[in-house]
């Protein structure tokens, strides 16, 4: 005998029977009666990257007894693979380098990229948040950033992200790791949450899983039951790395396109909180960076020359030596731009040179010298050269360089709108660089449905789900069509504080 009864009829019957009992919801397709618990906490939060982490600080910080289940054998998810960069409006480094931005700017940028799909609620808070964010990682955390770099992300008004010392996620998550060690909430890894479980009443009160889980075999590792007295927290992530569900949302992104992603970003959670009935929406806006790099495999380093070099201070340019798309327009346009270049034969080529280089230099040391050597980007002394080495046609690309010159002696590119920063510098003198351009499946905008407490939306009632939040890439509406770049981290982090807090200050339930 199980220690309770599991049963997909519930569905069935609760469906048929209506009634004020089924006031919740009639998608509780893991009812559960009589369930012994093997542990109780107070907060079970699901996922270990930036999101995750943050809930659990907060949740620890608020009183509660707190824990962190991680389906991998490492703890960080994506975010320890993430680039780095953080959206921090009203940072130091803005102000160093004379740059205007405020709160409604950075607003008005994540809403026109996101065609206004967002809930413009979360939004204005997110954009709130940026500078005090920024200030909880120096301050809290100890997250070093770079002091004197300021970058910008396509779509974007003006450069507001910074940057890790390190280059990488990790200068968060590392940080994030020691602190919620610092404070004694355990962390678990192998443990897969197999079924979020709600009671009659619709309130979720724990979570089914497996401790001891390998990656890949469903029915491996121990079945546990572990309570969650005041609430779950949801912070599961996105599934670009899922080519199965990914292409049931967007038939496009099949296996012929890699991933940015670690292999644990999967759609398990995303289809087990719609089994209980979570309210989810747009699931099928998923973004591909623009920016990777086709001689390398996963998210890489590649891009950050594309971005950080050519983007911001090059150009983006195809086969025929002419520019294609706004080397600063959101992801999506400059993804859907390369594929359409693609389609009709040509490649996209990010190249940079001279001192338009010495942004990425400084923010990642030794970066550019490893792209090299592993030919991910190739250095030339001629423009000449450069056109040699890629197959584009030299008096093409030479008008098409002198022309850029003259957007930025002019600080105007009247053909493609491109924001011309002001550390730009004509590109004359070599040596010459160039990466190749390859979208990779990066990001989910959709998903979970949540409130401004980050509780999680019923879908027959659109009513808070008592005992269940949600916060990071597993929840949807606060990027709508396009998430813009480094804002990845800030929503994170805001949202998953939010939750970790309004969680541990939940009344219990009566599980």
């Given amino acids: 005998m199980s220690k309770q009864t599991i049963s997909r009829r519930s569905l069935i019957a609760s469906t048929i029977a209506g009634g004020a009992a089924m006031a919740a919801s009639p998608l509780m397709a893991h009812e559960v009666d009589n369930v012994k618990w093997d542990e109780t906490f107070d907060v079970v939060i699901i996922g270990s990257g930036f999101a995750g982490l943050a809930a659990a600080i907060e949740a620890h910080n608020a009183g509660a007894k707190a824990v962190v289940l991680e389906k991998m054998t490492a703890f960080g998810g994506n975010s320890i693979i993430n680039g780095g960069i953080l959206t921090a409006t009203g940072c130091p480094q803005q102000k160093m380098h004379k740059i205007e931005d405020s709160v409604d700017l950075l607003e008005k940028d994540i809403l026109v990229a996101g065609q206004y799909l967002n809930d413009k609620a979360k939004v204005r808070l997110l954009a709130e948040h940026a500078l005090s964010n920024y200030e909880w990682c120096v301050k809290t955390l100890g997250v070093e950033f770079l002091p004197d770099a300021i970058g910008q992300e396509g779509g974007h008004s003006v450069p507001r992200y910074v940057t890790t010392k390190n280059g990488s996620g990790s200068g968060i998550v590392t940080k994030q790791i020691e602190m919620v060690k610092k404070l004694g909430v355990p962390m678990r890894n192998r443990v897969y949450v197999e079924h979020i479980i709600r009671d009659k009443k619709g309130a979720v009160v724990g979570v089914q899983v497996r401790e001891g889980y390998r990656f890949g075999k469903a029915d491996s590792g121990k079945v546990k039951y572990i309570r969650a007295k005041k609430g779950v927290v949801a ?25 940015t992603n670690q292999p644990g970003a ?10 209980i009935g979570c309210l989810q929406v747009q699931n099928d806006w998923i973004q591909c960076g623009p920016w990777g790099n086709p001689h390398e495999k996963g998210m890489g380093i590649g891009w950050q020359f594309n971005q950080t070099a050519a983007a911001e201070y090059g150009i983006w340019v195809n086969t025929d030596g002419n520019r294609f798309v706004n080397e600063l327009a959101n992801r999506k346009v400059r993804a859907d731009a390369i594929m359409l270049e693609q389609q009709q034969g040509r490649k996209a080529w990010a190249i940079a ?3 338009n280089v010495e942004p990425l230099k400084k923010q990642r040391p030794g970066f550019l010298e490893r792209m090299l050597k592993d030919k991910i980007v190739f250095e030339y002394k001629t423009l000449e050269d450069l056109a040699k080495g890629t197959g584009i046609p030299y008096a093409q ?25 002001n550390d730009q510098t004509p590109m004359v003198e070599g040596p010459w660089y160039a990466g190749e351009c390859q979208p990779k499946v990066h990001h989910c905008m959709g998903g979970l449905v949540t409130n401004n407490d980050c509780q999680v939306l019923d879908v027959m009632t659109y009513e808070p789900i008592p005992g269940l939040y949600a916060a990071g890439e597993a929840t949807g509406c606060v990027h709508g069509a396009v998430r813009l770049g480094s804002v990845a981290i800030l929503d994170c982090l805001v949202f998953g504080r939010i939750a970790g807090e309004k969680a541990a200050k939940a009344k219990e339930n009566a599980a």
Avoid: H
């Fill in 235 to 259: 912070c599961y992530g996105g599934f670009s790395a899922d080519v199965k569900f990914r292409m049931f949302q967007d038939p496009k992104l099949s296996a012929d396109l890699d991933t």
């Fill in 353 to 355: 040179q001279g001192k």
């Fill in 266 to 275: 999967t759609s398990e959670l995303w289809r087990e909180t719609s089994a």
């Fill in 397 to 421: 690309l030479k008008k098409t360089v002198d022309e850029f010159n003259e957007c930025v002696k002019n600080k105007k590119d009247p053909v493609w709108g491109r924001y011309i920063n």
